[in-house]
């Protein structure tokens, strides 16, 4: 065992030699840190772009979404219509697929965007409720808010993958010893528990925490998101209770646990609060008070403007 932890010790630094070795080699070839920043956030950018362009197709082809005929829905193509032409978006397409539940989603921007909407919805809605929902969705299209999260996302992954680099022959080589030493003692599944597994550990941590907290900045981002594009849908349409009826009748048909059944469910705070911080959408009871609320500001306001 002496042996072994004494092969593993220097089989790491070895490789902690190599890279280091390596990483020296690129560095003097490099460009200057700022160049390098504007290369490195450059190539996060068009990793997300391309990614976000094919993986576009890839989803719409699995989920074996078709294009809405206007045939079909006449009067549906004309409310669309009327939205192109008081929003900020040139002819999106709509598709149709058979989503695991009845939902609606935007993929692209403002040029050339796609709005996937679950077969069901146009046997749960009123043609009110679906303009109103279409209409939140090509608000996403204007302010390209798929768009923006992937580009974050990609360039965070770059910038990550970058540090992990940067950082690989001090990772190496303290992960060498700590395994060495653990086998030196005669115990190796200890070495997690040595000082240098434990500062290992730490730095772990680190990087567990740096990428939640990313996580969370960019879930809180997608969350405003989505009130401003309930907002702008109920100021284009002026029907925010239409919206507000749309969301509810969704919830209640994806939610189970909004039925007869609903009191056999378990639910428990924590899972609550870490499934809001975590969710891409802020509760669907917060958007329907919010738009209920707007409602009834515009009344109050019409009625002050007749007296």
């Known amino acids: 065992m002496a042996l072994v932890g004494c092969l593993l010790l220097l089989w790491s630094l070895a490789l902690a030699a190599i890279s280091y070795w390596a990483l020296s080699a690129l560095r003097a070839s490099a460009p200057d840190p700022g160049t390098t920043l504007l290369v490195v956030v450059g190539a996060g950018l068009l990793g997300g772009y391309l990614s976000y362009r094919f993986g576009t197709t890839q989803l719409l082809s699995r989920l074996e979404a078709v294009e809405l005929p206007r045939s079909h829905a006449p009067r549906f193509y004309r409310r669309l219509d009327d939205l192109e032409s ?78 992990v680099l940067l950082l690989s022959p001090l990772l190496v080589a303290v992960m060498g010893i700590a395994r060495a030493v653990a086998w030196l003692r005669g115990d190796p599944q200890s070495w997690s528990r040595t000082a240098v597994g434990r500062l290992l550990g730490r730095i772990e941590g680190g990087v567990v925490i740096c990428v939640l907290l990313v996580t969370l900045a960019v879930r809180a981002h997608s969350r405003r998101r989505e009130y401003a594009a309930d907002e702008r849908a109920a100021t284009v349409t002026g029907r925010p209770v239409a919206l507000a009826r749309a969301l509810r009748t969704i919830q209640r048909a994806a939610d189970p646990s909004a039925g007869l059944l609903g009191p056999l469910y378990v639910h428990t705070e924590d899972d609550e609060t870490w499934r809001r911080l975590l969710s891409t959408h802020p509760p669907t009871d917060d958007r329907i008070e919010r738009l209920l609320e707007r409602a009834r500001h515009d009344r109050d306001r019409a009625q002050t403007r007749e007296v």
């Open 86 to 163: 008081r929003m900020d978006v040139d002819s999106p397409t709509v598709a149709i697929a058979r989503l695991p539940m009845p939902n609606a989603f935007a993929l692209g921007s403002r040029r050339g965007g796609v709005v996937v909407l679950d077969r069901s919805l146009f046997g749960l809605l009123s043609l009110d409720e679906l303009e109103a929902l279409v209409a939140h969705e090509f608000a996403h299209l204007e302010r390209y808010d798929a768009f923006v999260q992937t580009l974050a996302y990609s360039v965070f992954r770059t910038i990550a993958g970058l540090a």
